[in-house]
């Protein structure tokens, strides 16, 4: 699902994305000059590697995301919101994506590995 930039408005427009049983859900608005407020939640269930045993495991996603877009390159600091620069159009299915990296590439360990350390 893609939606070009110049046809996000200030009143909130809703999506869902779904990749590999995630969903993406939310709504994305204009704020100001070039930028939109992306709110949504990341939700599913998502097969991990544990960083400890090397084992699959399967986790629950529940996962709030609030990104700044940016149609061009961003010329500023925020300290409320990540910021994503796109050029002229937001996809959704490259942004689901890349949230589903982004919590692969973190540190995971599963419940036998974590009841392990505890002991």
Do not use: Q
């Amino acid at each position: 699902m893609n939606i070009p930039f110049r046809r996000i408005t200030p009143t909130p427009t809703e999506f869902n994305v779904n990749f590999e049983g995630v969903t993406l859900k939310g709504e994305v608005f204009f704020t100001e000059r070039n930028l939109a407020l992306l709110k949504a939640e990341l939700n599913g269930e998502l097969t991990l590697t544990c960083d400890i045993c090397a084992e699959d495991f399967a986790t629950m996603l529940h996962e709030k995301i609030e990104l700044l877009i940016s149609n061009g390159v961003y010329k500023g600091f925020n300290e409320t919101y990540d910021v994503v620069e796109i050029d002229e159009v937001l996809d959704f299915n490259e942004l689901i994506h890349s949230e589903i990296e982004l919590v692969k590439n973190d540190y995971h360990s599963c419940n036998d590995c974590k009841n392990n350390e505890r002991n």
